[in-house]
């Protein structure tokens, strides 16, 4: 076996695995605060691509400098939490907090369609491509193997800085224990003088627009296509799952071993590149049914 292509299996795993954490953490962190399992989600990661991307190829035909791209990416991921993530949490989502699983899964599952049918309207069903970030930082050699900067080093360093940012947010910000309040007991922090809707939008806000800065991130280096949004949610709650759903630092952690799994498959194995994170999950759910991070208790932040 090359040792090449165990560098390379190594590197791009790790970029995926911090792509995917974005999205997943995302997802985990509405679930351990609102308790829903938010099937639109993925669509979120699909709008932050796509509008990324516009925003993207816009700077370059207009002649602008291309290191304006990076704050694009951000700004379109804030954007698009903000007013998409926003506009669902107020006008539906907030009128099924308390129902029953299966009625908040029907209603996620349709505003998830009808997003999806939203981007072909608006982004057509053209391939959107719009690489000038990853090719403006260039390549760095690794043992003998060019790889991008962009993968290596800033992919990483975003969910690094994510995962670091939460936590600091959670535990030493007053909104932060407001949320970790909300989630606990509603009840009591709402008679403590919490506003538990004020709670649950903007960790609504701060999840769709995780799962947008992923897409926006994946933006520059794949080709973006009708549907994008449908596989990257399978393989974050993949992810979630694997943690334990509600679990952020778990998250990590599962999104590396799943990064890992799957880009092993792909040079070494690919009649099973579809298989492998599922397969991790399954057999992580088989021996801690709760997932790897997980009490009998999983909503905690």
Same mark, same amino acid.
């Given at each position: 076996?090359?040792?090449?292509?165990?560098?390379?299996?190594?590197?791009?795993?790790?970029?995926?695995?911090?792509?995917?954490?974005?999205?997943?953490?995302?997802?985990?962190?509405?679930?351990?605060?609102?308790?829903?399992?938010?099937?639109?989600? #993925?669509? !979120? $990661?699909? +709008?932050?691509?796509? *509008?990324?991307?516009?925003? %993207?190829?816009?700077?370059?035909?207009? &002649? @602008?400098?291309?290191?304006?791209?990076?704050?694009?990416?951000?700004?379109?991921?804030?954007?698009?939490?903000?007013?998409?993530?926003?506009?669902?949490?107020?006008?539906?989502?907030?009128?099924?907090?308390?129902?029953?699983?299966?009625?908040?899964?029907?209603?996620?599952?349709?505003?998830?369609?009808?997003?999806?049918?939203?981007?072909?309207?608006?982004?057509?069903?053209?391939?959107?491509?719009?690489?000038?970030?990853?090719?403006?930082?260039?390549?760095?050699?690794?043992? #003998?193997? !060019? $790889?991008? +900067?962009?993968?290596? *080093?800033?992919?990483?360093? %975003?969910?690094?800085?994510?995962?670091? &940012? @939460?936590?600091?947010?959670?535990?030493?910000?007053?909104?932060?224990?407001?949320?970790?309040?909300?989630?606990?007991?509603?009840?009591?922090?709402?008679?403590?003088?919490?506003?538990?809707?004020?709670?649950?939008?903007?960790?609504?806000?701060?999840?769709?627009?995780?799962?947008?800065?992923?897409?926006?991130?994946?933006?520059?280096?794949?080709?973006?296509?009708?549907?994008?949004?449908?596989?990257?949610?399978?393989?974050?709650?993949?992810?979630?799952?694997?943690?334990?759903? #509600?679990?952020?630092?778990?998250?990590?952690?599962?999104?590396?071993?799943?990064?890992?799994?799957?880009?092993?498959?792909?040079?070494?194995?690919?009649?099973?590149?579809?298989?492998?994170?599922?397969?991790?999950?399954?057999?992580?759910?088989?021996?801690?049914?709760?997932?790897?991070?997980?009490?009998?208790?999983?909503?905690?932040?």
């Amino acid at each position: 076996m090359p040792p090449e292509m165990l560098l390379l299996a190594a590197l791009d795993g790790l970029a995926y695995g911090s792509l995917i954490f974005l999205v997943a953490v995302g997802l985990s962190l509405i679930f351990g605060v609102l308790g829903i399992v938010n099937v639109a989600h #993925g669509s !979120f $990661y699909a +709008i932050g691509a796509y *509008v990324a991307a516009a925003g %993207v190829l816009a700077i370059g035909a207009a &002649g @602008l400098p291309t290191w304006l791209a990076f704050p694009t990416l951000l700004i379109a991921a804030a954007l698009v939490g903000i007013l998409v993530g926003g506009l669902v949490e107020i006008a539906l989502l907030r009128r099924v907090y308390g129902k029953e699983e299966v009625l908040q899964l029907i209603v996620t599952f349709a505003v998830f369609m009808i997003l999806e049918d939203a981007q072909k309207v608006v982004f057509g069903v053209q391939p959107y491509f719009a690489n000038a970030p990853m090719n403006w930082l260039g390549t760095v050699e690794v043992f #003998g193997i !060019f $790889y991008t +900067i962009y993968q290596l *080093v800033l992919m990483p360093l %975003v969910a690094l800085a994510v995962l670091l &940012g @939460l936590r600091f947010f959670l535990r030493r910000t007053s909104f932060g224990r407001a949320i970790v309040a909300v989630t606990q007991d509603r009840e009591a922090a709402t008679a403590m003088g919490i506003d538990a809707a004020r709670v649950y939008l903007i960790t609504f806000i701060i999840g769709a627009s995780l799962a947008a800065l992923g897409g926006a991130l994946a933006s520059a280096t794949t080709s973006l296509t009708p549907g994008i949004g449908a596989g990257t949610l399978v393989l974050s709650f993949a992810v979630a799952a694997t943690a334990g759903l #509600g679990r952020i630092e778990g998250a990590a952690v599962a999104a590396l071993l799943i990064g890992l799994g799957r880009s092993a498959a792909v040079y070494f194995a690919p009649e099973f590149d579809v298989l492998i994170p599922y397969l991790i999950m399954m057999l992580v759910l088989l021996v801690r049914p709760q997932g790897l991070f997980s009490t009998v208790q999983t909503r905690k932040v």
